[in-house]
Antibody
Framework: QVQLVESGGGVVQPGRSLRLSCAASGFTFSSYAMHWVRQAPGKGLEWVTVISYDGSNKYYADSVKGRFTISRDNSKNTLYLQMNSLRAEDTAVYYC???????????????????WGQGTLVTVSS | QSVLTQPPSASGTPGQRVTISCSGSSSNIGSNYVYWYQQLPGTAPKLLIYRNNQRPSGVPDRFSGSKSGTSASLAISGLRSEDEADYYCAAWDDSLSAYWVFGGGTKLTVL
């Protein structure tokens, strides 16, 4: 069965960096685009970023563009999110999610989030 | 402020039929599919409805989705206590500032 397990969350000071990981299993990781979606405490969901199945294309929400970088290592079945210049408003549970489309390269060929991990909490506070 | 608009709360009694609305615009719901996610307390979201009205395997047929113009609805019939959760609508957005957008979520209470 599809399993996504996030790690790397924690408490970090404003302006500092943090890297999240998402270990995938139960499917051919290298064939699917992958997303990060976040949820601030007591708030709704916000899409953050996506990477194509082969890592050739990456897209970001305006709120994180220039500060966050998504990447993947298909040999390790792992997705990453490098978060720099963190702000208090980045405090959230970060979920990795699989895109439903097979071998999607561009954002117009991607579809919806069909499987989600359990999330990892990032708290930005001094 | 979420791009898609949902009522913050909804409620019903066991066995009742409840609907949750989701309102958007021509750049999202009006021209793209709508998806619904269920988030049980303390857990990750789970896909409930895809492409407006399709149910993934394992989702009971008590759950149904529909779309008309720039609005969509999720209907739950034969309400059960285990349906108490937060429900989110989502859609692709054609504007340059966002790709995937969500509603603010609706907390469903089973009385």
């Amino acid at each position: 069965q599809v399993q996504l397990v996030e790690s790397g969350g924690g408490v970090v000071q404003p302006g500092r960096s943090l890297r999240l990981s998402c270990a995938a299993s139960g499917f051919t990781f290298s064939s699917y685009a992958m997303h990060w979606v976040r949820q601030a405490p007591g708030k709704g969901l916000e899409w953050v970023t996506v990477i194509s199945y082969d890592g050739s294309n990456k897209y970001y929400a305006d709120s994180v563009k220039g500060r966050f970088t998504i990447s993947r290592d298909n040999s390790k079945n792992t997705l990453y999110l490098q978060m720099n210049s963190l702000r208090a408003e980045d405090t959230a549970v970060y979920y990795c999610a699989r895109d439903s489309s097979l071998e999607a390269t561009t954002v117009t060929t991607m579809d919806y989030f069909d499987y989600w991990g359990q999330g990892t909490l990032v708290t930005v506070s001094s | 402020q979420s791009v898609l608009t949902q009522p913050p709360s909804a409620s019903g009694t066991p066995g009742q039929r409840v609907t949750i609305s989701c309102s958007g615009s021509s750049s999202n719901i009006g021209s793209n599919y709508v998806y619904w996610y269920q988030q049980l307390p303390g857990t990750a979201p789970k896909l409930l409805i895809y492409r407006n009205n399709q149910r993934p395997s394992g989702v009971p047929d008590r759950f149904s989705g529909s779309k008309s113009g720039t609005s969509a609805s999720l209907a739950i019939s034969g309400l059960r206590s285990e349906d108490e959760a937060d429900y989110y609508c989502a859609a692709w957005d054609d504007s340059l500032s966002a790709y995937w957008v969500f509603g603010g979520g609706t907390k469903l209470t089973v009385l």
